[in-house]
Antibody, heavy 121, light 105 residues
Framework: QITLKESGPTLVKPTETLTLTCTVS??????????VGWIRQPPGKALEWLSLLYWDDDSRYTSSVKNRPTTAKDTSKNQVVLTLTRVGREDSGTYYCVRQGDSRRRWFDTWGQGIQVTVAS | SSALTQPPSVSVAPGQTARIPCEADNIGRTNVVWYRRKAGQAPVLVIT?????RSARFSGFTSGNTATLTISRVEAGDEADYFC???????????FGTGTRVAVL
């Protein structure tokens, strides 16, 4: 069974760095063709794709959050980490970790439960 | 890229058909997939453009500026938020719809 689970702080202060970890099971983050990404949903707004990190370390990022998100994977722990620098209140929301099982299939076949993050002082 | 436009809510009686539109300029030229998120649960993929579907009661059609998810023979368990999603190949971005809450009367 494929699962993804997000972990990290639920409260972050403005200007700080948010670090979220996605721990996956049922597959490896280094499986050929696989991508692990992050999607968020601010309160009352649409889902917003943030990033996608592929098995070969190729990475893609949203154009709407300039130069703030980065992702990295730890193959030994089967984890992908999202780092979002200089957070502001607009970064509050539910963050989902997602899997793209095949880089040629441009959708997300499995989602984590999500983690609620609030940016406040 | 701006979010795709969906109506905030759709209400449907049990046994009837629910149709959920997802609108954007020339969306008919892209491939659209749909997700469902039930209260307190993770979103799940319900239908892809190449025919993979979670249930035979789900179908999708895209033409012009509108993609439509159709849920046939609606059941109480279909109550959820539904989201469309495309991949914009020109910008290498994934774009989601604003989401539609389906209420079963």
């Amino acid at each position: 069974q494929i699962t993804l689970k997000e972990s990290g702080p639920t409260l972050v202060k403005p200007t700080e760095t948010l670090t979220l970890t996605c721990t996956v099971s049922g597959f490896s983050v280094s499986d050929n063709g696989v991508g692990v990404g992050w999607i968020r949903q601010p309160p009352g707004k649409a889902l917003e794709w943030l990033s996608l990190l592929y098995w070969d370390d190729d990475s893609r990022y949203t154009s709407s959050v300039k130069n703030r998100p980065t992702t990295a994977k730890d193959t030994s722990k089967n984890q992908v980490v999202l780092t979002l620098t200089r957070v502001g209140r607009e970064d509050s929301g539910t963050y989902y970790c997602v899997r793209q099982g095949d880089s040629r299939r441009r959708w997300f076949d499995t989602w984590g439960q999500g983690i609620q993050v609030t940016v406040a002082s | 890229s701006s979010a795709l436009t969906q109506p905030p809510s759709v209400s449907v009686a049990p046994g009837q058909t629910a149709r959920i539109p997802c609108e954007a300029d020339n969306i008919g030229r892209t491939n659209v997939v749909w997700y469902r998120r039930k209260a307190g649960q993770a979103p799940v993929l319900v239908i892809t453009f190449d025919g993979d579907r979670r249930s035979a009661r789900f179908s999708g059609f895209t033409s012009g500026n509108t993609a439509t998810l159709t849920i046939s023979r609606v059941e109480a368990g279909d109550e959820a938020d539904y989201f469309c999603q495309i991949y914009d190949i020109s910008s290498d971005q994934y774009v989601f719809g604003t989401g539609t809450r389906v209420a079963v009367l």
